[in-house]
C-alpha cells in the first residue's frame, strides 16, 4: 500500500539507546492509532500505528496501517495506483475481501484473507493495488518491514504464502512470517521476524513462548484483549520491551478476539522514512523521488493497471531530521 498522503511525513528512525534490559513483561505501552484517508472525497480511512513519536520501529517492523471493516460497495473500496518503494518489505494480510496486486516484476496476484503476499522492493520497485469487483467487506493490515543496509538495494522479488492454522488451547494461529507456537513460515526475511495472526477465543488465555532478544508489538482487530496485566482495545498496538520469553494474552469476552502479532530484533540501523521510500539520507530519499518523477528504469513499469501512476509529493524544505525510539529502560 502506498503512503499516500498530501504532506508526507519525513522520520529519520533509528534504534533505542542501550540501557537496562527490563526482566517480565510486566510493562506494555499502548500506542493509539490515527487516521489517516487514503485518496480523495470517497477515501478509504486507515488506522496507522507505525511510525509514531512514541515508536518508530518494533524490530523491522516500520509501518503499519490497519483498515476496515470497510463496505467498499459504498465507499468505492481500495484503489491505490502504480507507487515505487526502496529499501523495504510490503506485508499484505486481510481478514476479509481481495485486493488484486500487479507488480514491475510482472507479478500479477490476488491477496486474500489467511494469505500472505510480500514484496521486496531493494532498490526499487512500483505496484498498484485494487479491492476486485466482487469484494463486499474489505478488512486487513498493511505493514512495512525495513531492509538492513546490506541488503537494502536486494532485488525486487514477491512471495505468496498461505500458512496452515496452528490450533493450541483457546487460539487459532497462523504463522506468516517466523516461527510461533511450533510452527515455522518459509518465507525469507532480512532480520529476524515474527508475524502471525492470533484468534482467541472467548474467555482464553493463552501464554506463547516467545525469543526474549525481540521487541513485540500486539494490534489488536476486535476485542479487547489483556497483553499481560495491560488491557489493549481495537485498533491499539500494545508494545512489549525485550527481555520477555513468554507473552500472555487473555479475551475476558464472550466473543472471539482477533489480534495480529509483530516482532523482532531490536533494528540497530538508523533509516529516513518519508513517503513509500526508505533511505539512510534526505539524499537517498531525493534521489529515488527524482528517478520515480523521471520515470526512471529504477523502478520499472505496472502492466494492466487502468489509469495512470502516482506522482510523488513535494520534498520538505528542510533536510530531514532524526526522530528516534524513546530509550529502552
Do not use: K
Request: hydrophobic share 40%.
Amino acid at each position: 500500500m502506498s503512503n499516500v498522503e498530501t504532506r508526507a511525513m519525513e522520520l529519520r528512525c533509528g534504534a533505542a539507546v542501550d540501557g537496562e534490559r527490563p526482566t517480565e513483561a510486566s510493562r506494555v505501552d499502548v500506542l493509539a492509532a490515527r487516521d489517516v484517508p487514503l485518496g480523495g472525497p470517497r477515501a478509504m480511512t486507515v488506522r496507522r500505528t507505525l511510525p509514531q513519536r512514541a515508536r518508530t520501529l518494533i524490530g523491522a517492523w516500520c509501518f503499519a496501517d490497519h483498515y476496515g471493516p470497510d463496505d467498499v460497495s459504498l465507499t468505492g473500496g481500495m484503489d491505490v495506483a502504480p507507487h515505487p518503494h526502496t529499501g523495504l518489505q510490503t506485508v499484505s494480510w486481510l481478514f476479509s475481501g481481495e485486493i488484486e496486486h500487479r507488480d514491475s516484476l510482472g507479478s500479477h496476484a490476488y491477496i486474500r484473507p489467511g494469505e500472505l503476499n510480500l514484496m521486496t522492493g531493494g532498490f526499487g520497485i512500483c505496484h498498484s493495488e485494487a479491492s476486485t469487483p466482487r469484494t463486499t467487506i474489505l478488512h486487513g493490515v498493511q505493514l512495512w518491514v525495513a531492509l538492513p543496509e546490506e541488503h537494502r538495494d536486494a532485488e525486487r522479488d514477491f512471495q505468496h504464502y498461505a500458512p496452515e492454522a496452528v490450533r493450541i488451547e483457546g487460539a487459532e494461529i497462523r504463522v506468516f512470517l517466523g516461527s510461533l507456537a511450533g510452527d515455522v513460515s518459509p518465507v525469507r526475511t532480512f532480520t529476524p521476524l515474527i508475524g502471525a495472526e492470533i484468534l482467541l477465543q472467548p474467555r482464553a488465555a493463552v501464554t506463547l513462548a516467545v525469543d526474549p532478544g525481540f521487541e513485540h508489538g500486539l494490534l489488536v482487530d476486535q476485542g479487547h484483549v489483556h497483553l499481560g496485566d495491560t488491557l489493549v482495545g481495537p485498533a491499539e498496538l500494545g508494545y512489549v520491551h525485550p527481555g520477555s520469553d513468554v507473552l500472555t494474552l487473555t479475551n475476558g469476552s464472550d466473543d472471539i478476539a482477533r489480534t495480529v502479532l509483530l516482532g523482532g530484533a531490536p533494528f540497530e540501523e538508523e533509516i529516513v522514512m518519508w513517503w513509500n521510500f526508505v533511505g539512510r539520507s534526505h539524499e537517498d530519499i531525493a534521489q529515488a523521488r527524482e528517478d520515480w518523477q523521471n520515470s526512471s528504469d529504477r523502478f520499472g513499469a505496472v502492466e494492466g493497471y487502468p489509469g495512470d501512476r502516482l506522482a510523488a509529493p513535494a520534498l520538505p524544505n528542510a533536510v530531514i531530521t532524526p526522530r528516534r525510539n524513546p530509550p529502552r529502560h
